[in-house]
């Protein structure tokens, strides 16, 4: 049986794999055996992904002698919120788990970082395992320790840095996803070029539907140069105390907006309104003179060619959906990477030249989002 693809997060202390190829769930068992403090471990999913692979993940650790029990949570945003985390937390302990427990995480965004969080706090501190079953999860929320619940104010607003011990990516079962999961996952990908790899981007344009369509090469490339990416990134700025670690969040001071605006419901996926946010993100920089023009219509250009929500007037796929630029700004003020009342966005000099800043004009972002919301 062939090797998977291995990608090292290197903390010190704290470093992990990030293992990507097919057929890892059936491997999940041998590959974490010997990471497992005893041979127990709790599998958090929803009651989507359970009924497809839960199965299967049970039987590869029993396989390699691990007792498995299951916790379900309900797919979708909504069980990212403070009721549903303290059932989950209820259920789990109902288990009467010790600390040598460890959690595993079978699912996609919401799943990894409902489970990462509950192992932050369980017990004050499990380990635990990421297995994604979604594109944006494989690229972007499995790895960098991340984890959190959104509140009433905001997305993510709060969490914990807790890093897993383990990344199964596998990257079949991405065959099972409509494509709109799909996409909103791509975002992701292409955000790692758009940061600072113009090359990626470039061979984006090039593959991208490729990667949408189930070409198994493409699809394994582009999660390897996404983990790679995001792997160095967190490498150098674990817990973002600098602004590297931050070019991660190209675009989503906007598509947190968004999210908020919305509901963080079915109506715009997470990817979906990063896709947006970039773009807007990219037409913002080109306003400020600060990247050519050209390089914000090639953004817009792609994302919307793949099938990216590029314009608000496409989100949802509703017309009639009123925005307010006031809304959206007061949205971004509770975004947690706001300081002193001042927001803070990601922008670019370019494709491949990104930056944080937190000197943009209100007057001018204003103008942007008007003329957004008139497109």
Request: glycine share 10%.
């Given at each position: ?347 670019a000099r370019g494709i491949g030249r990104s930056y944080v800043t937190r000197d943009v004009d209100e007057a001018g972002l204003r103008d942007l989002l008007d003329d957004a919301i008139a497109a």
């Amino acid at each position: 049986m062939s090797s998977p693809r291995t990608i090292r997060v290197d903390l010190a202390g704290r470093a992990y794999d990030i293992a990507i190829g097919p057929g890892l769930i059936d491997r999940a068992g041998e590959l974490a055996r010997p990471l497992l403090a005893a041979p127990r471990v709790t599998i958090v999913s929803d009651d989507t992904v359970a009924p497809l692979y839960g199965a299967r993940l049970a039987a590869s650790f029993a396989k390699a002698g691990v007792e498995s029990r299951t916790v379900t949570v309900p797919a979708g945003e909504s069980s990212k919120d403070f009721a549903s985390f303290a059932r989950l937390m209820n259920e789990l302990l109902d288990l009467r788990p010790d600390r040598k427990t460890t959690l595993v995480a079978l699912g996609g965004g919401v799943v990894g970082d409902l489970t990462g969080f509950a192992a932050a706090v369980l017990l004050r501190g499990v380990d635990f395992i990421q297995v994604p079953t979604t594109l944006l999860a494989q690229v972007d929320s499995s790895v960098g320790g991340k984890t959190g619940i959104n509140t009433r104010h905001g997305k993510n607003l709060v969490g914990a840095f807790y890093q897993p011990r383990l990344v199964l990516a596998d990257t079949t079962v991405l065959d099972s996803l409509p494509r709109r999961e799909l996409l909103a996952g791509y975002a992701e990908v292409a955000k790692y070029g758009l940061i600072d790899d113009p090359e990626f981007f470039a061979w984006c344009e090039k593959n991208g539907e490729a990667v949408l369509a189930g070409d198994a090469a493409a699809r394994t490339y582009a999660i390897e140069q996404s983990c790679l990416s995001k792997a160095r990134i967190v490498a150098a700025d674990e817990r973002e105390t600098t602004d590297l670690r931050a070019l991660l969040n190209l675009g989503h001071t906007f598509g947190h907006a968004l999210e908020a605006e919305t509901g963080f419901g079915g109506t715009l996926l997470h990817g979906e309104a990063v896709g947006a946010g970039m773009a807007m993100a990219f037409d913002l920089s080109a306003r400020l003179g600060l990247c050519p023009p050209e390089d914000a219509e090639r953004v817009r250009r792609h994302l919307g060619a793949v099938g990216l929500p590029v314009r608000l007037r496409t989100i949802g796929g509703d017309n009639s959906r009123t925005w307010d630029a006031a809304k959206l700004i007061e949205h971004m003020r509770g975004d947690k990477k706001a300081e002193g009342g001042k927001l803070t966005f990601v922008l670019a000099r370019g494709i491949g030249r990104s930056y944080v800043t937190r000197d943009v004009d209100e007057a001018g972002l204003r103008d942007l989002l008007d003329d957004a919301i008139a497109a």
